[in-house]
Structures are given as C-alpha cells and as structure tokens.
Nanobody, 117 residues
C-alpha cells in the first residue's frame, strides 16, 4: 500500500511564497511520476506540475515562471515551490503518485492554499 503525506499549505498574501512537500511511503516502484494537482471551489481538478523519476517535468501554463517542482528520489518526496502567488492560486492542492507500468495512481488528502489579495 502507498501513502502520501502532504505538508506546507496555509494562508499567504498575494506576491508571497509557499513550499509544499509530499512524502510517499510503501511499495514505491522506481519508475514513477509525482506531482501536484489543485482544485478550487466549483472547478475541476487540474494539473499544476509533475515530475518523473527520470527528471522530466510538466508545468501548467498558468504557473510557469512562478512555480518550481523538484523531487528527492531517495526520499520519495516531491516539492512544489510557489512564488509570486496570486489569489487565483487559491485551491486545495493534492499530491499525486502514478506508476506508468501498472497504471496505478495514488492521491494525498490535500492541503489548502489560500492567497489573500
């Protein structure tokens, strides 16, 4: 069984920064992708950023230049550094881990990010 534990959400003023962390535990195959999705009230869940175990990244256009994703494969941990935050970044951020070979994926419980104007 795989567990994802997120941390780092909170309340920040517009223009501020936050860093999210997500640690995975359990049966982690070496070939995987970890990333972050977000869901604002009334909206669908959307991809924010993802990074494969090989280092390839995918960032949503809305966060390019402001957010950076990184990971520590030895710790099975992914990070999301969020700078220049905007009120429209307010959402629950969910950590995602997926294994392309088995097509299984796992979700964290989510962490709330609130950006005040």
């Amino acid at each position: 069984q795989v567990q994802l534990v997120e941390s780092g959400g909170g309340l920040v003023q517009a223009g501020g920064s936050l860093r999210l962390s997500c640690a995975a535990s359990g049966s982690i195959f070496s070939l995987n992708a970890m990333g972050w999705y977000r869901q604002a009230p009334g909206n669908q869940r959307e991809l924010v950023a993802a990074m494969t175990s090989g280092g390839s990244t995918n960032l949503a256009d809305s966060v390019k230049g402001r957010f950076t994703i990184s990971r520590d494969n030895a710790k099975n941990t992914v990070y999301l550094q969020m700078n220049s935050l905007k009120p429209e970044d307010t959402a629950v951020y969910y950590c995602n881990l997926n294994f392309p070979l088995t097509q299984r994926e796992y979700w964290g419980k989510g962490t709330l990010v609130t950006v005040s104007s």
